[in-house]
C-alpha cells in the first residue's frame, strides 16, 4: 500500500467552547475522504484512530460531486468530537471530519381538539367561504383552478407518513421501477422502496405509527399541509390538491442524525438525477446541531438537479443572523451562485411574528403561518400542530402549485416565490423579503 503521506498521533490540546455545543451521537464521526483515497488508504486512517467502519454513508461511486466516500466512524471511548476532528484533519487522506450531529423536528405543541373550517393558513384575503389575510392565500389559487398536478413531486425529509391515511393516499408516490418483489429493480440500493425509505429502520416501511398512530405524527401533519387531497369532501386540503409525496423517514422516537439526513437528501436527488422524476422541493422541519459541510455538499447536489429545500428557520426566538440554525442556515450559493436554501420564519392568523419563531433580515427569507395549523395525523385523524415546522409545509406547497403553474425550478422558482411575498410589518426587518408568503398569484 502506497500512503499518502505520513501522520504522528500526538495529544491534542483543545480549547473549551464559550458555549456547549449541540448535541451529536456520542463516538460518531462523519469522516469525508479525498476522491484519490482507496479502501487501503481508508482503512490505514480507521487502524491507526483505533475506529470501527460503522457505515458508508455516501460511496464515492454514487456522488456527483467527485467527491471519495463518505464514511460513520465509531471512535475509541473516551475521545472527544473536537479531539477526533483534529486528530482525523492530520491525515491527507481526509478533507474534513465531523460530528453526526442529532436533529429534532421543530414542532413546539400539538393541540388534539379541531374544528371544521379552521384551515386559516390556506385562506386569503378574498378566498371563497372564509378569508383571512394572513393565511398562504392558497384558496385563492385553487379558485382559479390552480390546484397542482399529478408529475410534481416532493420529498418529506422528516418522520414518515402515513400512506394509507384517508386524505393522503391518492397523492402518496408509488416506485413504478420498484415493485415489491424483493429485489432492487431501480438499482438505487434500496430493495422495495415503494413509497420512499425509512433511513432510521433502514428498510421500506415508512409509516411505524400502527394501528394506533403513536408514531410518525410530526411527517404526516408536514405531508398533510403540503399535499392533502383537496376537493374529496373529507378532512382538510393541502396547499397543493394534486402531487406526489415520497417519504424519506430520517427522524425516529430520539430524533435524526446527520448521516441519515445525508443519505435522505442524496435519495431525492437520486431519483431526479437518475431517474428523471420532476422532483420539486424538499421539505425540512426539523434542525439542531452544528454546520456539517457533508450535508452542505449534500443540499449543494440536490440544488444542482433544481430541487429546493425548504427549512424551518426555528423555535428559539432567536436571530439566525447573530446565531446560526442549521439546516437553514445553509448556502449553496459558493458553489452554485444561488442559494437552494429556503428558510422560513412562522406567523400567527393575526399576522404576528409567532412568539416562538426565529426570524433573520438576511438569513430568514420569508414569513407563512405556523401558529395552530390544522392537517392530517395519523391513523386517519386530525389536529393542530404549532411551530416553524407547519410554516414550512405552506411553502413547500407552494412550490409545488408553482411549479405546476409555471413550469420553473430551481432558481427561478425561488425567486418567483419570494418576489410574490406580500408586505408585512411584523416581518419587517425580521426576514429578507420583509413580507410573507403569497400562493395566490402566479
Not at 439542531?288 to 429546493?308: H, P, V, Y
Amino acid at each position: 500500500m502506497r500512503h499518502l503521506g505520513r501522520i504522528g498521533l500526538g495529544v491534542l490540546l483543545v480549547v473549551g467552547a464559550l458555549h456547549a455545543a449541540p448535541p451529536s451521537v456520542p463516538s460518531e464521526m462523519l469522516v469525508q475522504f479525498r476522491a484519490q483515497a482507496g479502501p487501503m488508504h481508508r482503512a490505514f486512517v480507521r487502524a491507526r484512530m483505533g475506529a470501527e467502519l460503522e457505515d458508508t454513508v455516501l460511496a464515492a461511486s454514487q456522488r456527483r460531486d467527485g467527491k471519495g466516500d463518505l464514511e460513520l466512524l465509531r471512535m475509541p471511548p473516551g475521545l472527544g468530537p473536537e479531539e477526533a476532528r483534529g486528530l482525523l484533519a492530520r491525515f491527507p487522506e481526509v478533507e474534513f471530519a465531523e460530528p453526526n450531529w442529532i436533529y429534532t423536528h421543530q414542532a413546539i405543541s400539538n393541540d388534539p381538539q379541531y374544528m371544521s373550517g379552521s384551515l386559516w393558513g390556506m385562506y386569503g384575503d378574498t378566498s371563497p367561504l372564509k378569508t383571512n389575510p394572513y393565511g398562504s392565500q392558497a384558496a385563492e389559487a385553487w379558485a382559479k383552478g390552480q390546484t397542482g398536478a399529478t408529475f410534481i413531486h416532493v420529498v418529506v425529509i422528516d418522520e414518515g407518513i402515513q400512506v394509507d391515511h384517508p386524505d393522503l393516499a391518492a397523492n402518496i408516490w408509488v416506485n413504478p421501477l420498484d415493485p415489491p418483489d424483493g429485489v432492487d429493480n431501480d438499482g438505487n440500493g434500496y430493495i422495495d422502496d415503494i413509497h420512499g425509505w425509512d433511513f432510521v429502520g433502514n428498510d421500506n416501511g415508512v409509516y411505524d405509527g400502527g394501528r394506533k398512530g403513536n408514531a410518525d405524527q410530526h411527517g404526516t401533519h408536514v405531508a398533510g399541509t403540503i399535499g392533502a387531497v383537496g376537493g374529496n369532501g373529507l378532512g382538510v386540503a393541502g396547499v397543493c390538491w394534486q402531487m406526489k409525496l415520497i417519504s424519506a423517514k430520517f427522524l425516529g422516537r430520539s430524533g435524526g442524525t446527520t448521516a441519515n439526513a445525508i443519505k435522505a437528501v442524496a435519495y431525492a436527488t437520486d431519483l431526479k438525477a437518475r431517474h428523471g422524476y420532476d422532483i420539486v422541493a424538499t421539505n425540512n422541519s426539523w434542525g439542531g446541531g452544528g454546520f456539517s459541510q457533508a450535508l452542505l455538499d449534500a443540499i449543494t447536489e440536490g440544488g444542482r438537479q433544481g430541487i429546493l429545500f425548504i427549512a424551518a428557520a426555528g423555535n428559539d426566538s432567536s436571530n439566525n443572523d447573530t446565531t446560526a440554525r442549521y439546516p437553514a442556515n445553509y448556502d449553496t450559493s459558493a458553489v452554485l451562485g444561488w442559494n437552494a436554501v429556503l428558510p422560513v420564519a412562522s406567523i400567527t392568523s393575526t399576522g404576528a411574528l409567532s412568539s416562538f419563531s426565529n426570524f433573520g433580515a438576511t438569513k430568514v427569507a420569508l414569513g407563512a403561518p405556523g401558529s395552530s395549523i390544522l392537517s392530517t395525523l395519523p391513523p386517519g385523524t386530525y389536529g393542530t400542530y404549532s411551530g416553524t415546522s407547519m410554516a414550512t409545509p405552506h411553502v413547500t406547497g407552494t412550490a409545488a402549485l408553482a411549479a405546476a403553474v409555471t413550469g420553473m425550478r430551481g432558481e427561478m422558482l425561488r425567486s418567483l416565490i419570494l418576489s410574490k411575498t406580500l408586505a408585512t410589518p411584523s416581518l419587517s426587518g425580521k426576514t429578507s423579503t420583509g413580507g410573507r408568503l403569497n400562493a395566490g398569484d402566479f
